[in-house]
């Protein structure tokens, strides 16, 4: 009778220490627990473990206890300085410092389609010159004369024409645009015309540069076509026609 008694009481106290291991270890959830992890403004995440009508929130070093307020519609806790307030996905978060992020559901997020911004697009856009800006100072602005009769136009086809004071050429030009704000450049050259504009006029010298010629940027409204090994931009705005 000794034996068995000896076995029975070290199955109960074998039981006893797995149970206050498990305890120790931490608790397991309830069937009515949930734990969601918010997405918030400024880079910051929050997790928030739902148990009937207590909040504990997971932001710092230690869980902070929320309890349920009563509102009208959604959700609402508070305790410790924090307040939760949200409705369906969508969860706004103040700290005890008083500063207020919005926030959204990590896993809801995901799920939902990313929405690509518009791209720049050069097809079916018209401009004229402004003017030159060189990276050397001692040149800094150049101001064509005549520089209304510099233009350019991007076909939906691939063909550019370019007005250049008294001459005009035609050439070939494809973009990619990599932000909503612009994107690469590359012009190939085509055909030119050979008159004589005058003195001081850049026909020629923009003729040339469209060679070199690789990336541009839409920035307040105007279009700003950089050149290769930092030699310069060319800014242009769009091109009003006339009777339009």
């Known amino acids: 009778m000794v034996r068995p008694m000896l076995v029975l009481l070290s199955v109960v106290a074998t039981g006893l220490l797995a149970a206050c291991t ?3 270890q931490g608790r397991t959830a309830t069937p009515d627990e949930r734990r969601v ?5 400024r880079g910051q995440s929050i997790a928030v473990r739902f148990t009937g009508e207590t909040a504990w929130l997971e932001a710092g070093a230690a869980p902070v206890e929320l ?3 009563r509102v009208a519609s959604g959700i609402a806790y508070a305790g410790g300085g924090h307040q939760l307030r949200g409705k369906g996905p969508e969860m706004a978060w103040t700290d005890s410092a008083g500063a207020t992020r919005n926030c959204r559901d990590q896993e809801w997020a995901m799920r939902q389609p990313q929405i690509q911004p518009p791209q720049a697009s050069l097809a079916g856009t018209a401009w004229r010159l402004v003017h030159f800006e060189s990276s050397d100072d001692s040149i800094g602005i150049v101001v064509p004369p005549r520089a209304e009769r510099y233009t350019l136009r991007f076909m939906p086809d691939g063909s550019l024409a370019l007005q250049l004071d008294c001459n005009r050429a035609t050439a070939r030009w494809q ?7 612009g994107g690469s450049l590359v012009v190939s050259a085509g055909p030119m015309t050979r008159a004589m504009c005058g003195p001081r006029a850049m026909d020629t010298r923009l003729a040339r540069d469209t060679a070199a010629m690789r990336s541009y940027t839409l ?5 700003h076509i950089a ?5 310069g931009i060319y800014v242009w705005e769009p091109l009003r026609e006339s009777g339009g």
């Open 22 to 24: 498990a305890e120790n």
């Open 37 to 41: 992890v918010f997405l918030c403004d």
């Open 67 to 69: 309890q349920q307020q």
């Open 175 to 181: 973009a990619t645009p990599t932000s909503p704000q």
């Open 219 to 223: 920035r307040d409204g105007r279009l």
């Open 227 to 231: 050149l290769m090994a930092d030699a």
